[in-house]
């Protein structure tokens, strides 16, 4: 029994992690969990896909070397948002043109999900119907489809990312 004993406290004593020469640098969770595959690499995935949230829908298709980008929010009532434009990626950060008159934004991007930042330049109040907003958008990857995504339609039928 004591001898059982010796070698239990011995194989833990081992497990320790102490100072010998296969201690490894800590890693943060999440390159953790991207090297072991239970999330996305935002650095090696691509934008293309249909993302949602409830009747929320953001749509993001390749253009040549670019991408095109809608979104499009829906509160009932006929409140809603709609906008199509172009994004550029950065690692992480995604910076958003929608429409013509200056609704420019930076937006965060984690390899499944795009959210909108809580704070939008006035010029995107125009792609808003009454009390809706683009402000604190947040989608998450439904499909990798670029057809889907070239599919999706505003309340009045455009195709936010289609030709």
Not at 10 to 22: E, H, I, P, T, V
Request: hydrophobic share 35%.
């Amino acid at each position: 029994m004591r001898a059982a004993l010796a070698l239990l406290l011995l194989a833990l004593a081992a497990c320790s992690g102490g100072k010998g020469g296969n201690s490894q640098q800590p890693q943060d969770l999440e390159t953790a969990a991207i090297e072991r595959g239970l999330v996305r690499d935002p650095d090696d995935s691509d934008l293309t896909g249909l993302y949602a949230r409830d009747t929320d829908r953001i749509c993001v298709v390749r253009s040549g070397s670019a991408y095109r980008i809608g979104a499009y929010v829906d509160y009932g009532d006929r409140i809603t948002c709609s906008g199509a434009g172009t994004v550029e990626r950065s690692g992480e950060t995604l910076r958003i043109e929608l429409g013509k008159d200056g609704c420019n934004f930076d937006a965060h991007y984690d390899g499944d999900r795009i959210k909108f930042p809580g704070a939008l330049p006035d010029a995107c109040k125009k792609l808003c119907a009454r009390r809706a907003s683009f402000t604190g958008l947040e989608a998450t990857r439904l499909s990798e489809s670029a057809a889907e995504a070239a599919a999706m339609r505003d309340a009045a039928g455009r195709r936010l990312c289609g030709d």
